[in-house]
């Protein structure tokens, strides 16, 4: 059973890779080379551009943790959606925004935050469950 989910895991892993790194070069040359302008290539630079944000501050916080849960949570995310802020800000200058950028990238940072941070929590959690059991 561990080698079906270790093959698993491995295969899962090289689809994210080879997913992102297609995904992200289909959308540099399409804009860069090509000249396509379309909103779905920049979303998604965007988004990759908002992921690294949000997953090098959790994993760096994730890594000072204190004993309050509540700052690990709300520290981590303050920071993430501060960060998101001051990027679509500075995209302002580069292109049009549209009316609603910052409530669209608090709502959808915020519950893609909850979302990856109670995964992380559940993962960390059954993860020390299973080593004290060791």
């Known amino acids: 059973m561990k080698n079906i989910f270790r093959i698993a895991k491995k295969v899962l892993l090289l689809f994210c890779i080879v997913f992102t790194f297609a995904t992200l070069a289909s959308c540099v040359i399409n804009l860069q080379w090509w000249g396509y302008t379309t909103d779905t290539y ?78 992380l929590f559940i993962y960390t959690k059954l993860k020390s469950k299973t080593m004290k059991e060791q």
């Open 42 to 119: 920049a979303h998604i630079l965007d988004r990759a551009v908002l992921t690294l944000i949000g997953s090098f501050i959790l994993t760096i916080m994730l890594e000072f943790k204190t004993k309050n849960e509540f700052i690990n949570f709300l520290l981590p995310y303050v920071i993430f959606i501060s960060a998101a802020f001051l990027y679509v800000f500075v995209s302002g200058f580069f292109v049009e925004l549209h009316p609603n950028a910052y409530r669209d990238i608090f709502l959808n940072d915020t519950i893609a935050y909850v979302v990856v941070y109670m995964c």
